[in-house]
């Protein structure tokens, strides 16, 4: 059977069929995911499962694990590949969701329709001057993390006349500039975050890197909430280094509150740029596809670990 930690759709249900009955669960309900464990020979890891040592172990017929995303933050990947587990991902089926949900948080704060909305609503037509308009036609845009959504935010961001730099030590070619953190940040107007969550990257933008920033820029985090420190973030509003914040991503999911999420030019999300309808399709799509190639034993085309193929055969 099939253990599906987290709601999916009938794509999934059809594509997985041949190996047993799909079984889905609420990502909270622990009794009810660990009665289904030994059973499962895949699981589906939806954003709010955590796939740890203990369920791997306690999934004693498991062969696949499949991720509706690129995120692997939440799965263990190293007790996965010490079963030989591949840990299917879906690194393309979000991608332009991803990217033009960035280019619409960018959007909304540069061209200030938070204020804005609250002038109409207000009666305070008159007071449309005071509220300085930003433009991303000429703008630099830094983006952190230059992978599949970077490249593509990336090719948004010129057709729209912007000029790209970007940020990430593991790019290996790139089309564009590439420079390093503090110095993206203080050249930048606009930044956004793409990098994926590590020891390395985590809390990267914190105060020290909010110092280098260049004075009014926006900042957008559609990567990882635990790239960003909120406390920095909300200080650098306060005084005037950021011009404004949006975000989709947070750590935990759902977030505690805080007091950057009550300023006016903070914009907030709740995950959702990888869950349009296109873009969800494709997650599924390309999820199913890769966990039903692993059970049918062939190679997936997209996996976390790669690893568990180095040795002669498939998992």
């Known amino acids: 059977m099939i253990l599906a930690i987290g709601a999916v759709d009938d794509r999934v249900r059809t594509r997985l069929s041949a190996h047993g009955e799909l079984v889905e669960v609420d990502p909270g309900d622990a009794e009810a995911i660990g009665r289904w464990l030994p059973r499962a020979v895949g699981i ?8 740890d040592a203990a369920v791997i172990d306690a999934a004693t017929a498991l062969r696949v694990i499949g991720r509706s995303g690129v995120g692997v933050d939440r799965v263990d990947l190293a007790a996965a590949t ?9 690194p393309n089926a979000g991608t ?8 619409a948080l960018m959007l909304h704060l540069v061209k200030r329709l938070g204020p804005m909305t609250s002038l109409v609503r207000d009666g305070r037509w008159t007071e449309r001057d005071a509220i300085p308009l930003g433009d991303l036609d000429g703008a630099t845009l830094a983006v952190i993390g230059y992978g599949r959504i970077g490249r593509r935010l990336a090719e948004l961001a010129t057709a729209l006349g912007m000029r790209v ?27 956004s975050l793409h990098a994926p ?23 957008v985090n559609c990567g990882r909430g635990g790239l960003l420190d909120l406390d920095a973030a909300y200080a650098a509003l306060l005084d005037g280094r950021l011009g404004g ?11 505690t509150d805080h007091p950057l999420f009550h300023h006016r030019d903070v914009v907030l999300t709740p995950h ?21 190639d692993v059970l049918s034993g ?8 790669p690893e568990v193929y180095d040795t002669a055969g498939s998992p």
Request: no cysteine; net charge negative; glycine share 6%.
């Open 44 to 51: 589906v890891a939806r954003a709010a499962a955590t796939i």
């Open 82 to 90: 010490r079963r030989r587990i591949p840990v299917v991902v879906t």
């Open 96 to 103: 332009r969701g991803v990217a033009e949900g960035a280019l």
């Open 165 to 191: 730099i970007a940020h990430d030590p593991y790019a290996e070619t790139a089309d564009i500039a590439l420079t390093g953190l503090h110095a993206a940040l203080a050249e930048a107007d606009v930044v």
């Open 197 to 219: 969550l590590t020891p390395e990257t985590r809390g990267m933008i914190d105060e020290t890197a909010l110092e280098r920033i260049k004075p009014g820029a926006v900042l």
């Open 245 to 255: 914040v949006g975000l989709d991503v947070y750590e935990p999911e759902p977030p």
């Open 272 to 292: 959702v740029m990888a869950l349009s309808r296109r873009a969800s399709a494709l997650v599924f799509e390309e999820m199913a596809g890769g966990m039903d």
């Open 298 to 305: 062939r190679r997936a085309a997209f996996v976390a670990n």
